[in-house]
């Protein structure tokens, strides 16, 4: 080997390695970014759910009182209720930027509540 040769090889080892590791970094955090958003927009969900249920509940002892907004855990779900037989009860959970939302469509026949449909409504 020529004087030098083995510092310009090493030099161009170290830089293929340097660039392979922040690839290989910034695929991690992209990953890892992806993965929150997934799991901000789960719980959103759930949250509507909660809310539904929460709602559905109030509907059996209050039929007035059944909207508004509930706070669960970090985020708030919000439940409107429209129309007349059946009833359309949609809450919309939120969670920083992400929401998400379920409606469920309620009757009452003989005093019972009766839930036809249950379903996520997208926008």
């Known amino acids: 080997m020529k004087r030098g040769q083995a510092l310009t090889m090493l030099l161009f080892t170290v830089s293929i390695s340097l660039m392979v590791v922040t690839a290989s970094v910034m695929i991690i955090a992209a ?3 992806s993965v929150s958003h997934v799991e901000s927009g789960s719980l959103a969900y759930h949250i509507a759910e909660s809310g539904l249920e929460d709602a559905l509940m109030r509907l059996l002892r209050d039929p007035a009182a ?3 907004t509930l706070t669960v855990g ?3 779900a919000t439940v409107i209720v429209t129309g007349s037989d059946p009833l359309v009860v949609t809450s919309t959970g939120r969670l920083g930027n992400f929401v998400r939302s ?3 469509d309620v009757s009452y026949t003989g005093g019972i509540m009766t839930v ?3 379903q996520e409504v997208f926008n």
């Open 31 to 33: 990953n890892s970014l």
């Open 66 to 68: 059944a909207e508004g």
């Open 74 to 76: 970090l985020g708030q």
């Open 102 to 104: 379920v409606r469920a």
């Open 116 to 118: 036809s449909s249950w």
